[in-house]
């Protein structure tokens, strides 16, 4: 599909480690995103030229959401967890380890309505050495876990992929869609966005392909009130419709390596190396 031709892009941050992460975060005024290699949170405020950090160290974050008070929740590499940052700047860790030992190095996150936070487990903060010099995997699988809104628990949902990624909910929470970029580390390995019944005791599964993600792989991926899923790969974003077929397509001429909505036709792009705002045009509709 030839990509939209029409689509504006303002480079809002460049010279990044490892962009990723980026979240709509209205109490901070913009999107906060993540330089994980520098380990530094940036916010560019909504319409502001260029980004201003947002919190240094970041402890090699990655992934970023927002649960539904408005709280930014991010994954660390360094640290191996998963933390909440209240609204007044404390900082509560929801995650750091599952059966008495240390997670991987926690990589993307999202949050259900019903207050759960999902993530995703992968080996790549290991793979980078951003736990620390004698840091290894602590756990057997690479997993996709849950914590509990009421007690905490973190409890392993999906323990079948190789390298977990981003993941997203459709509309109506019924499926969680999940990347699995084990490709980046085993020729021939999975690129592809496998999909999850959610069932009504909780558990994940079966599971179905939902399509292979190439050039590269999808490493995050968003989903619009719509259902229409927006993937990033090895070029750029792609754009899906619910059945899989491809909708849409922004060329980057390089990978992305995760996006959030903004208001106003809006997506925030981010690449290894940039943050990108985008102005979508007139023929593409997101539905945040
Ligand atoms: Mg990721």
Redesign the pocket.
């Known amino acids: 599909m030839d990509p939209w031709s029409d689509t504006r892009l303002r480079t809002v941050a460049a010279g990044l480690g490892w962009g ?2 980026p979240v709509l975060l209205p109490a901070a005024g913009g999107v906060v995103f993540s330089d994980v290699a520098a380990s530094i949170l940036w916010l560019w405020r909504l319409d502001a030229a260029e980004a201003t950090v947002f919190r240094s160290p970041s402890h090699h974050a ?2 970023n959401t927002a649960d539904a008070e408005g709280r930014l929740i991010t994954c660390e590499h360094q640290t191996r967890r998963v933390t909440r940052t209240e609204l007044d700047g404390r900082i509560t860790v929801l995650a750091d380890a599952y059966t008495g030992r240390p997670l991987n190095s926690p ?2 996150v999202v949050a259900a309505r019903d207050g759960a936070v999902w993530f ?1 487990d992968p080996p ?1 903060g290991l793979l980078r050495g951003e736990c620390g010099p004698d840091a290894r995997m602590e756990q057997p699988v690479a997993g996709v876990y849950r914590i509990d809104p009421g007690t905490g628990d973190v409890r392993l949902m999906i323990g079948c992929l190789d390298k977990p ?2 993941l997203a909910f459709s509309p109506d929470e019924r499926s969680l869609y999940v990347s699995d ?1 084990g490709h980046s580390h085993r020729p021939g390995g999975n690129r592809h966005i496998f999909r999850f019944d959610i069932a009504p005791d909780g558990t994940a599964g079966p599971l179905t392909v939902f399509r292979e993600i190439v050039p590269a792989a999808c ?2 991926l968003r989903i619009g009130a719509d259902g229409v899923i927006w993937s990033t790969a090895g070029d750029g974003v792609h754009v899906y419709a619910a059945d899989g077929a491809m909708v849409g397509r922004i060329d980057l001429g390089e990978m992305a ?2 996006l959030c909505f903004l208001p106003e036709q809006r997506i925030f792009i981010t690449t290894p190396t940039r943050a990108l705002v985008c102005d979508l045009p007139g023929k593409a509709k997101v539905r945040p």
């Open positions: 990723e992460g990655n992934g990589n993307d995703t790549y990624n981003g970029t490493d995050g390596t995760n």
